[in-house]
């Protein structure tokens, strides 16, 4: 079971307004708003932010009537790139196919199609090198029907060193950009982690994620809580088996509280290890199954219809092998 505290959400979302100056706040919801549901974080966030971030033009339409820029992240095919125009989205450029598609798209309706352009500065996903600028420019150019409005990149990393790389090359690239275009464009590049990192990284706007949802700084409310049901109190000698596999063989008499969610639920079994939290108190859940997973929880007083908090209140499973992200996207 989860439950979303959107005043959290917009509280997460004030607090990067106050520290990133006269940048602009780009919220990122794409992927259901990180599992927090697309429909009511925009809602909730339209007063607070100044654009909206998503992945698909499903995602755009979902946050269209909410009085905010949406710029689609992911670039789109014919069909979905009509769409967007239409309804007055802002599409990603990041390489010389999706310009054409692009091109003949806002061509075919007679209309300027509005664009950021993606700048690869380092992650080796999306995005144009600074080999390609000169080209860029005289294809932008001579198709006619693109409104260039910013030009963004992607930090891969979250220290000094690796961002301060990133970060010059981007600038290097926007500028020639905007200088080619003759305009200023809207720069962006910093994510959550970046924006807290350095003031310098915020340019025209900042995109924030998974700061919004909670989590990056101790200032930061989580916004998602997950819990599950206790279906079952067991005993468990020294030496028996629990789980699939033989997974934790206890070394000593101890219980076990089954919870009813498990691995169909976003409850990885990377995650055996990790502290899930009944009655006030952290036990270790030491296997996971498809609809159940089991808690050791020693000689804590726990009862069958008790809550095991798997997210939120305190509680965050993410480790070495499931990051934070993934938790929010799949947890529930």
Request: glycine share 8%; hydrophobic share 45%; charged share 20%.
């Amino acid at each position: 079971m989860q439950k979303i505290d959107f005043d959290a959400i917009i509280k997460n979302a004030r607090y990067f307004k106050s520290i990133i100056g006269n940048a602009k706040l780009c919220a990122v919801i794409k992927n259901d708003a990180y599992g927090h549901g697309i429909v009511h974080t925009a809602r909730f966030l339209s007063g607070a932010v100044d654009f909206f971030a998503v992945g698909s033009v499903d995602e755009a339409e979902k946050a269209a009537d909410c009085s905010r820029e949406v710029l689609i992240l992911l670039p789109q095919d014919y069909a979905n790139t009509c769409k967007a125009i239409k309804t007055k989205c802002l599409l990603t450029v990041d390489s010389f196919d999706t310009l054409m598609t692009v091109c003949e798209a806002a061509k075919s309706m007679n209309v300027k199609a509005k664009v950021h352009i993606k700048i690869d500065s380092g992650m080796s996903r999306l995005g144009f090198s600074v080999s390609d600028i000169k080209p860029l420019l005289k294809a932008i150019k001579k198709c006619g029907y693109i409104d260039v409005q910013g030009v963004y990149s992607h930090f891969w990393g979250d220290t000094l060193d690796a961002c301060d790389k990133q970060y010059e090359y981007f600038l290097y690239c926007a500028n020639s950009l905007g200088d080619g275009l003759g305009k200023d464009l809207i720069k962006h590049i910093a994510n959550s982690s970046a924006a807290l990192l350095s003031d310098k990284y915020r340019l025209d706007m900042v995109r924030i994620g998974l700061g919004l949802y909670g989590y990056g700084n101790e200032r930061l409310i989580p916004a998602k809580k997950v819990s599950a049901r206790v279906i079952a109190v067991r005993s468990v000698d020294c030496g028996s088996v629990v789980g699939y596999g033989g997974v934790f063989v206890p070394d000593s008499f101890t219980r076990i509280a089954v919870i009813n969610t498990g691995y169909a639920s976003g409850l990885s079994r990377a995650l055996v290890g990790s502290y899930v939290k009944i009655n006030g108190k952290f036990c270790k859940i030491v296997a996971v199954c498809m609809a159940m997973s089991m808690v050791d929880i020693g000689v804590n007083d726990v009862s069958v219809g008790d809550d095991a908090i798997l997210l939120g209140d305190g509680v965050n499973l993410s480790n070495d092998k499931v990051i934070v992200y993934e938790l929010l996207c799949n947890l529930r």
